[in-house]
C-alpha cells in the first residue's frame, strides 16, 4: 500500500526560478492530461523579472470537473532550491514534495514528506541542465497515467519549431522521467486514482485570454491597437497571430494614447475596434473615453486588472480597477461593464460588447484579470456561432451625425459611405458636428446622449443566481471570483446559501434589489480593498451588503478560503 496515496482531486504545484521553463513544463502536462481524459485546471503566479525568483504553477487533476484554485498542495515539484521556502504557508504535512536531491538536501527530514530523484543528473546525461524540466514533465505524466504516446506527441507539437534534433532529445527526456515515475510507483511510494473520461478527449482546452478573443472576433472586430502591458499583453498576442486569418490589422502602438485614438479613428472609418491595457495604461487614455463618449464614436475597452497604484504589482491579479471604468473620462455619458467569469460568458460577453458598443455609440469595457487571463481548464464546446449586428447607415445629403432622437441613438454614417458628411468635434456639437456654445443646445445633447442609458438598462445582462431560489444566505461575486465561489458553494452542500453571479457591472440590472432584499444575509467576495462592487450596488440600490471579504494581496481567493468564510459568516 502507497505511503502517500492521492484521491480523485490532486492538487500538483510545480515551482522553480522564472527562466526555468516552469510554463513550458505546465504546457506539456496540461496538454497531456487533457488528452488522456483528465479533467484538469491550471493557473500560474510569477514575479515580474526574466530571471531568479521563485515562481510556480498549480495544476489540478480531478474526476469531476474543476475550474478554480486551491490553497491545498498534494504534490509539490520542486525545480529550484528556493521552492519550498516560497510556497511555505501552503505546504502541510499531508504534501508529497518530489524534486532534485541536490535541491531538497538542505530540507529537515523529520519536517518534510519528500522524495529525492535525480532530475539534474539525468538532464546532465541527456546533454544539459535544460532537459531537467521535460524529465520532471515525464516523471509527473508516469504518475498520472498518461501514455507515452500522448506525451511524445505533446512535446513534438511543443518543440517542432527548433528542429527535428531538439524533438528526438526531449522526447528521449522526458521518456527518463517516465523511468523515474515508474520507480517511484513501483516502489510504491505514491498512488494516484482518478478516473479518466473519455468524452474530456474531445472537449475544448481554453485560456480566459483565448476565450474574450474569440469573442472579440466573433464580434466583427477588425482593428486592434495596443501597447503591451500585463496582464493584456496575450491578448494583442492571440490577435495579432489570428490577424490575417480573419481579415484584422493589429498596431502596436507608440503608446497607450495613441492606441486608444487609433482604435477611435478605426470605429469612425467603421471598422470595429478595440484596444487591450491594464489599469496603469488604461490611466493614460482616460481622455480618449472622453472623446469617445462626446464625439459619440465606439471603442471596446479590454482591461486586465493588476494590483496599482502606478505600477503596482504588475504580475499579480486584483478587481482594483471597476472605479477607475465606472468613472473615467470628464462629463457624463453612457457606457457599459462587463465582467465574465467563466470561458463561455467571456465568449459571448466579448462578442456582444461589439455590438453594444457599435449600436449605443459609447464605450464598452470589458474587465479581465491576469488570474482569469491566464487560468487554463477544459470546456465543453458551446455555441460560437458570430452574432454581428450592423448599424451604420448610409448617409444622405441632409445627413445630421447627430440627430436629436426620442432614444437618444443618433443613425451613425460613415466617411465615403453615402452623401452626407461626417462631422465629429470634441467640442459641444449641434446636430450637424459643428462646435456650438449655445446653451440650450448644449442641454439638449447631454439629455440625448443620456437617454440612451435607459435604452442600455432594458439590455443589460441579467445576474446568475446558483442555488436554491429559496436562500438565507446569497453570496455576491463577480468576474473572476465565480470559480472559486461556485466550487465552495457546491462543497458545502448547504441549500440555504445560494450565489449571485454578476457578469455585467454596468448598468446594473433591475432585479439585483429583489435577490439581495430577499436575503436573510448577505456576504460579498472582492479582490480589492474598498469592495468596489459593494459601493455601486449601495450606490445604485440602497442596499448594503453585511459581510465584505476582500483580498488585495495579488492573490486569487481559493476554494478554501471562501468555504472558511462562509462558514464563519452562516454560524456566526
Known amino acids: 500500500m502507497s505511503n502517500n496515496s492521492l484521491g480523485n482531486d490532486v492538487s500538483i504545484v510545480l515551482c522553480g526560478e522564472a527562466g526555468q521553463g516552469i510554463q513550458t513544463v505546465e504546457t506539456i502536462i496540461v496538454k497531456a492530461l487533457k488528452n488522456s481524459g483528465y479533467n484538469v485546471f491550471s493557473t500560474k503566479e510569477y514575479m515580474s523579472r526574466v530571471r531568479g525568483g521563485e515562481n510556480s504553477t498549480e495544476i489540478r487533476v480531478a474526476s469531476k470537473r474543476v475550474i478554480s484554485y486551491v490553497n491545498r498542495i498534494d504534490i509539490l515539484l520542486a525545480l529550484s532550491e528556493g521552492a519550498v521556502p516560497h510556497l511555505e504557508n501552503r505546504i502541510t504535512s499531508k504534501t508529497l514534495i518530489i524534486g532534485d536531491e541536490m535541491h531538497l538536501k538542505s530540507l529537515p527530514k523529520e519536517k518534510y514528506n519528500f522524495i529525492g530523484v535525480k532530475f539534474l543528473e539525468k538532464a546532465k546525461e541527456m546533454g544539459g541542465t535544460i532537459f531537467s524540466n521535460v524529465i520532471a514533465a515525464g516523471t509527473i505524466a508516469c504518475i498520472l497515467d498518461v501514455p507515452k504516446s500522448i506525451f511524445e506527441s505533446i512535446i513534438t507539437d511543443i518543440f517542432t519549431s527548433k528542429g527535428q534534433n531538439i524533438v528526438e532529445k526531449d522526447i528521449a527526456a522526458g521518456i527518463k522521467g517516465y523511468e523515474i515515475g515508474k520507480g517511484l510507483i513501483d516502489s510504491g511510494r ?78 469612425y472609418a467603421g471598422a470595429r475596434s478595440m484596444v487591450a491595457t491594464s489599469g496603469s495604461g488604461f490611466a493614460l487614455m482616460e481622455e480618449a473615453v472622453g472623446l469617445s463618449g462626446m464625439i459619440e464614436t465606439p471603442i471596446v475597452i479590454y482591461i486586465g486588472q493588476r494590483p496599482g497604484p502606478a505600477v503596482g504589482l504588475p504580475t499579480r491579479t486584483s478587481q482594483e480597477d471597476l472605479n477607475l471604468a465606472l468613472y473615467s473620462g470628464p462629463g457624463e455619458f453612457p457606457r457599459i461593464i462587463f465582467a465574465p467569469g467563466n470561458f463561455e ?198 442596499f448594503e451588503i453585511e459581510k465584505k471579504v476582500l483580498k488585495y494581496n495579488g492573490m486569487p481567493f481559493s476554494v478554501e478560503e471562501i468555504e472558511n468564510n462562509l462558514k464563519a459568516f452562516t454560524e456566526g
Open 190 to 267: 505514491i498512488k494516484v486514482e482518478i478516473e479518466k473520461n473519455s468524452e474530456v478527449n474531445d472537449e475544448l482546452l481554453l485560456d480566459g485570454t483565448v476565450a474574450v478573443g474569440l469573442g472579440c472576433i466573433a464580434g466583427g472586430c477588425k482593428f486592434m491597437a495596443s501597447y503591451p502591458m500585463t496582464p493584456s499583453t496575450p491578448l494583442q498576442v492571440f490577435m495579432a497571430a489570428n490577424s490575417k486569418e480573419f481579415d484584422m490589422v493589429f498596431e502596436q502602438a507608440e503608446d497607450e494614447i495613441a492606441a486608444i485614438n487609433m482604435g477611435l479613428g478605426g470605429f
Open 345 to 542: 460568458d467571456a465568449y459571448e460577453l466579448s462578442q456582444k460588447a461589439f455590438n453594444l458598443a457599435d449600436h449605443y455609440q459609447t464605450p464598452v469595457f470589458i474587465l479581465s484579470d491576469q488570474y482569469f487571463a491566464d487560468v487554463f481548464y477544459n470546456q465543453p464546446k458551446f455555441n460560437m456561432e458570430s452574432k454581428i449586428e450592423e448599424h451604420i447607415v448610409k448617409t444622405n445629403p441632409d445627413y445630421e451625425r447627430y440627430e436629436i432622437t426620442d432614444n437618444g441613438i443618433s443613425p451613425r454614417g460613415i466617411p465615403g459611405f453615402g452623401e452626407g458628411l461626417v462631422v465629429v468635434d470634441s467640442d459641444e456639437h449641434d446636430q450637424m458636428g459643428h462646435l456650438t456654445e449655445n446653451l440650450d443646445m448644449r442641454t439638449d445633447m447631454v439629455d440625448k446622449r443620456l437617454r440612451k442609458l435607459k435604452r442600455i438598462e432594458m439590455e443589460t445582462v441579467p445576474p446568475d443566481l446558483l442555488g436554491n431560489t429559496e436562500y438565507e444566505t446569497l453570496i455576491i461575486g463577480w468576474g473572476s471570483t465565480y470559480g472559486p465561489i461556485k466550487e465552495a458553494l457546491s462543497n458545502l452542500e448547504d441549500d440555504k446559501i445560494s450565489f449571485l453571479y454578476f457578469k455585467q457591472l454596468y448598468p446594473l440590472h433591475h432585479s439585483t434589489e429583489k435577490y439581495l432584499t430577499q436575503a436573510e444575509k448577505t456576504i460579498i467576495f472582492e479582490n480589492n480593498a474598498q469592495g468596489q462592487f459593494s459601493d455601486l450596488i449601495k450606490l445604485k440600490t440602497g
